[in-house]
């Protein structure tokens, strides 16, 4: 399967579904407005002074139409902080440069969406995937040079295993790493470049616990992989950054250089941190409560981490000198969108997070979406 243009595309999310092709292409444009109306009349108009009687908007006689109803349907959300609605079971997502826009998977088509506010969300890129156990399109990524190169990354499931592939305009997903165990249930992955030339893969043990602590599985593993953007790619052998990962959450990274890491395992949730020196330090907070730890989002002086069985974004404060976690950590947005997947870092002091309500949840019409939740002041930060 290709992966070819789908920008500019429109439409409702529910009509595109599985069926939107494996392709992508990159378009961009600029508008120019015409402000020749906005120089003043020549000779300026001149109106009588009676006989002028107001008349309200859209009422007998008036020549302004009513204001707009509210926008109503079934994949209308009144919540103004929801910035798309009606996809299906969503993964993880990544706030495209500017913070106006973010990217999100569909987990189980395998397709991809740029979304933004006030804008009906459309499909850039679709990749077959094996959405059963878990599994299917889990994260995506953006190159470090996606401005010019408009790379991306994806953490995916098929028939015989989890994998990370490169999508390119025009071409079939190239392989970067291949081979990572796949399992009848718990598949789960995340990615994100640390540098310019690392990309660290946070694999799940595919329900074999024994394999996180085996030095020859790429299950339940961080991994370090070097120079993917190599082209053409070819699978690589990755280096091993952290093990004894349970259910993979995310990796993501501060403005130190440290990696953040999120996971389970059958005791309790973790967040750990990986130095900007290689030194594991785990774990730094556990949730002995197993709340769902998936998504981070890592900023100035705090993390935010999405959960789905605590219905909410976890903010927990760290120290900007140690990485330490030195109070408890804060729910916010609780039971306001239901179970939360993926996050990311936006502007001012904002997280986007996806839903998953469609997954083991209890779905609203309007689901599953993308929200932006305010980050309280003095918690997260911005890219």
């Known amino acids: 399967m290709t992966v ?55 009422a007998p006689g008036s020549s302004t139409p009513p204001p707009p109803s509210p926008a109503t349907g079934p994949c209308i959300d009144p919540d103004p902080n929801v910035v798309a609605t009606c996809l299906d079971t969503l993964s993880g997502l990544v706030v495209l440069p500017g913070g106006a826009a973010a990217l999100v998977g569909e987990r189980r088509t395998g397709t991809i969406f740029q979304v933004a506010p006030g804008q009906t969300p459309r499909p850039v890129a ?46 079939v997903p190239k392989p970067v790493l291949t081979g990572i165990p796949r399992g009848s249930t718990e598949n789960s992955g995340a990615l994100d470049f640390t540098s310019p030339t690392e990309l660290r893969v946070i694999t799940g043990d595919a329900g074999s616990p024994a394999s996180s602590s085996d030095p020859s599985s790429l299950a339940g593993k961080v991994l370090a992989i070097d120079n993917p953007r190599v082209d053409p790619p070819s699978p690589v052998a990755p280096r091993i950054v952290m093990s004894g990962i349970g ?42 409560d197993k709340p769902g730890v998936g998504g981070c989002a890592a900023g100035p002086g705090s993390v935010s981490v999405s959960m789905s069985g605590a219905r909410a974004v976890s903010l927990v404060p ?33 997280v986007w997070v996806s839903t998953v309500n469609k997954d083991g949840g209890q779905p609203v019409p309007t689901d599953d979406r993308v929200v932006i939740v305010p980050v309280p002041s003095g918690g997260g930060g911005s890219d």
Do not use: H, K
């Open 4 to 58: 070819r243009d789908m920008f500019g595309a429109s439409g409702r999310t529910t009509a595109i579904g599985a069926a939107v092709l494996a392709v992508i292409t990159v378009s961009a444009g600029c508008a120019r407005f015409d402000d020749s109306a906005s120089t003043p009349f020549s000779p300026e108009p001149t109106f009588g002074a009676a006989d002028i009687e107001p008349v309200e908007p859209g």
């Open 126 to 171: 679709s990749v077959p995937v094996d959405g059963s156990g878990g599994g299917g399109l889990l994260d995506v990524a953006l190159s470090p040079t996606y401005d010019e190169d408009r790379l991306l990354y994806a953490y995916i499931t098929t028939a015989s295993d989890n994998r990370v592939v490169r999508i390119a305009a025009g071409d």
């Open 247 to 288: 259910r993979a959450g995310d990796v993501c990274v501060d403005g130190t250089g440290s990696t953040w890491v999120t996971d389970a395992t059958a005791s309790e949730d973790r967040l750990s941190r990986i130095t900007p020196e290689g030194a594991v330090v785990s774990p730094v907070w556990t949730w002995p």
């Open 318 to 350: 760290v120290d900007p000198e140690t990485g330490a976690v030195t109070t408890p950590p804060t729910l916010i947005a609780q039971d306001r969108y239901g179970r939360l997947r993926g996050a990311s870092l936006g502007a001012e002091g904002q």
